[in-house]
């Protein structure tokens, strides 16, 4: 429903920015398997279809979880259990990609420094994600921001703790996994809690997230950006957490919200509107996609998967004749076996090669290329992940 407090178009862009960014989430279903135009056609149709329907019953004054007395303050089902369902449905309903379970996918992140700059990115703009729901400059937006912040903190610090102690190392990836987890568990309840129960998001969150990895390896489904660990499990880990920490004296730090409040505010049927409204989103994401998915398999032009020798070029390549790191394919192009075909060496090619130094070229800064790394698989099977 809209607001008195701000304009309506103001309104309106804040809540079509959640319509965009709720699909992009899914989309880790499809990495790596898929056709860009489909995918396209894809977003539209899912966003109106599935996240429409969702938000309409969880924000609007009839809406049916909203009249029940369901809570959630900034998009727990909306937006996590949905996208995160629905990458679990897209990658079951696909299939795994070519190579799946071989050496020539490599299960790590492929650039551990964009890993870190999109944590930054994204920890910041959930301030507004979640301070602007508030729909106002007032101490609940402000307090939403507050409690957004430690649950990331505290979940980043879980996960990262999680890994240690089974790899010994400090992985700033299982820091920043875990930040996500926090986000996205504090996100239903950012309008409701108070700091202390920010700390249980977080430590809760980065537990059971991090665990939730390896579903995808009991239930043998290839979901490699585990879009339904971070944001399907963290979205309903917030939406319970909601159910049980929600105090209606933080509700009404706008001055106007009432609420009964969760279990510790000694509301218990709290609970079970959170665990209905959950369960609710989870089945209509993932039986709504899977037909989606069905439909768009028997019209020629929308059909999603793409064939494997796109797959083995990369989709980047493939549909869009680009590259995220243009000097992937260069082994090729100087001698070196690569997944696009196997090259005769360069006439006096030495075991290293150092390429061009231009700036922003086609060879890009100094990169060394080893005939002895190349001849283990080629750097596009090494870069991707």
């Given amino acids: ?141 402000a307090q939403a921001c507050m409690v957004t912040n430690l649950a990331a903190s505290v979940g980043g610090l879980t996960w990262m703790l999680w890994d240690y102690r089974l790899e010994k190392k400090w992985s700033v990836v299982g820091f920043c996994s875990g930040s996500i987890a926090g986000l996205v568990a504090i996100t239903p309840a950012s309008g409701f809690v108070g700091a202390p129960a920010a700390v249980a998001f977080g430590v809760v969150s980065g537990t059971v997230c991090n665990l939730s990895t390896q579903l995808k390896y009991w239930f043998h489904y290839d979901e490699c950006l585990d879009v339904f660990a971070s944001h399907g499990i963290g979205g309903i880990v917030g939406n319970i957490m909601t159910g049980l920490f929600a105090q209606a004296s933080v509700a009404a730090f706008d001055g106007f919200s009432e609420i009964p409040g969760g279990w510790f505010d000694h509301h218990y049927i709290q609970l079970g509107y959170q665990l209905a409204d959950s369960t609710a989103g989870f089945a209509y994401s993932f039986v709504m996609t899977t037909l989606i998915l069905w439909i768009f398999h028997f019209i020629p032009f929308l059909r999603l998967r793409t064939n494997e020798e796109a797959e083995a070029l990369g989709m980047d390549d493939h549909d869009m004749g680009e590259f995220a790191y243009d000097y992937v394919g260069l082994d090729a192009e100087h001698g070196f076996p690569s997944e696009r075909g196997a090259l005769p060496p360069v006439a006096g090619a030495a075991a290293h090669h150092e390429l061009g130094s231009g700036v922003g070229g086609r060879e890009g800064p100094h990169h060394r290329i080893s005939a002895e790394k190349a001849s283990a698989g080629s750097s596009s099977e090494k870069v991707r992940a």
């Fill in 1 to 141: 429903m809209g607001s008195t407090r701000i304009p309506a178009l103001v309104f309106s862009v804040y809540q079509l920015m959640f319509a965009a960014i709720t699909p992009m989430l899914a989309l880790g279903g499809f990495a790596e398997r898929c056709r860009l135009g489909p995918v396209a056609v894809f977003v539209f149709v899912w966003s109106t279809l599935v996240y429409d329907p969702i938000a309409c019953w969880t924000w609007n004054a009839a809406g049916w979880s909203y009249v029940m007395g369901g809570l959630d303050f900034a998009g727990g089902t909306p937006v996590h259990i949905s996208s995160g369902t629905a990458a679990l449905a897209i990658s079951i309903y696909l299939g795994k990609r070519s190579g799946y379970g071989t050496e020539r996918l490599a299960y790590k992140p492929h650039n551990t420094t964009y890993v870190v700059l999109g944590t930054v990115f994204l920890w910041f703009g959930w301030f507004g994600f979640n301070g602007g729901s508030a729909l106002s400059a007032n101490l609940r937006a």
